[in-house]
């Protein structure tokens, strides 16, 4: 049996991640957060909002899916790897936000962490057991979101709904805006780096409109393994849940014979300048990347609260990390201080409601 503790259970990850749980005797739910909407029942141990490392210690799980999005998921990320306990994880915000922080309370607590962004999964599985010397570079796909193929000028007035509809993944507000912007591989650049321990320059983003090939690791023999599939979040939810084992999904596998196109082209980076920006918060370091997070989590609040237009994120990012002070955080409250800072900075910039 392994004891499962289900973070931010009624969202896109969440719900599925009971689906999976609910098709394996093998894993027990112990324990199920949200941010507002009820949950009564869904697990022995419940709790709405707040920090759930109370509940976390009343639970005792084996392994934490953190599905919560955004800075918010912190304290659940820091807790399981402090603990040990292993971290299935989904909110990818609070690896970006608190790398050092995380890795370092990794180290400590000796667990797991297995990536839940389908990306970071294929990366992971085509890295694993190979010699990092013998690894040249990994690259992640990025559908290109609703707007691929469009100009600035045709960007200018988009609204919340057109940037809500993505071509090939059905998820979560916040990242389906993330997508859109390309702001979301940003923050998957910043994750791999964490994860995987590749510095900046050797991880390469690029655009693959059907979502098949959900990454690829290039080896140093000229070698290149690419981990293929249909877009469904329930191969790396199950894949984390179960691993090593590795248990059957309902997911049908490729047809190849049906056709595949599997076209890959440069992202483009003047008419989506979030992912520019994110490279070069993560190349920074520091607290760069707490802070691009930051403002992006405001701007994209505000955009979706019609208070600011799409190409208006990218601005509010663009300005609020120019003004913030980017040194390391030596603790979680010094972390949490700058994520404010940027936070505060991101707001200064929004137009003016009147
Ligand atoms: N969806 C995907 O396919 C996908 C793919 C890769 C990675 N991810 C990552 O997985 C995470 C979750 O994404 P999602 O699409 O599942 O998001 P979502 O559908 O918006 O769900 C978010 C979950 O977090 C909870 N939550 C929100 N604010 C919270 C807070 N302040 N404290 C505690 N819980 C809070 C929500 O509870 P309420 O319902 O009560 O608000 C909900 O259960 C994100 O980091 C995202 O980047 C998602």
């Given at each position: 049996m392994k004891r499962v503790a289900l973070l931010g259970a009624t969202g896109s990850i969440g719900k599925q991640a009971l689906e999976i749980v609910e098709a394996h005797p093998e894993l027990e739910l112990v324990a199920a957060t949200s941010g507002s909407q009820p949950i009564d029942g869904l697990a022995p141990l419940t709790q709405i909002g707040g920090d759930p490392a109370q509940l976390l210690e009343r639970a005792?799980?084996?392994?934490?899916?953190?599905?919560?999005?955004?800075?918010?998921?912190l304290s659940a990320t820091l807790w399981a790897l402090e603990h040990g306990v292993t971290l299935a994880l989904a909110n990818k915000e609070s690896l970006v936000a608190a790398g050092e922080l995380a890795l370092a309370a990794q180290r400590r607590g000796g667990g797991l962490l297995l990536p839940v962004d389908s990306e970071h999964s294929a990366t992971f599985q085509c890295l694993e057991?190979?010699?990092?010397?013998?690894v040249d570079s990994i690259v992640l796909t990025a559908?290109?979101?609703?707007?691929?193929?469009?100009?600035r000028d045709e960007l200018a007035d988009v609204q919340p709904l057109d940037a809500l509809s993505h071509p090939t993944w059905n998820m979560g507000p916040k990242i389906t805006i993330d997508s859109a912007t390309l702001a979301n591989k940003g923050l998957e650049l910043i994750e791999a780096h964490f994860l995987f321990g590749v510095p900046y320059e050797r991880i390469e983003v690029i655009v693959h409109?059907?979502?098949?090939?959900?990454a690829l690791v290039r080896f140093r023999d000229g070698a290149a393994l690419a981990h293929l599939g249909y877009p469904d979040m329930r191969v790396p939810i199950s894949y984390a849940l179960t691993y090593p084992e590795r248990s059957a999904t309902p997911v049908r596998p490729l047809d190849l014979a049906a056709g595949l196109t599997l076209e890959f082209a440069a992202p483009d980076l003047e008419t989506f300048p979030l992912l520019r920006l994110a490279r070069r918060a993560g190349e920074l370091g520091g607290t760069y990347p707490c802070a691009f997070n930051a403002a992006n989590e405001v701007a994209v609040a505000a955009f979706l609260a019609g208070r600011l237009s799409f190409l208006g994120i990218a601005d509010t990012v663009e300005d609020a990390l120019a003004g913030v002070d980017g040194s390391p955080a030596g603790d979680l409250e010094e972390l949490v201080a700058a994520d404010a800072e940027a936070r505060a900075a991101a707001e200064s910039r929004l137009p003016v409601v009147t």
């Open positions: 005792e799980p084996d392994l934490v899916l953190n599905a919560v999005v955004g800075f918010a998921g057991g190979r010699p990092p010397d013998t559908s290109g979101g609703p707007f691929r193929g469009r100009t409109p059907t979502s098949i090939v959900h």
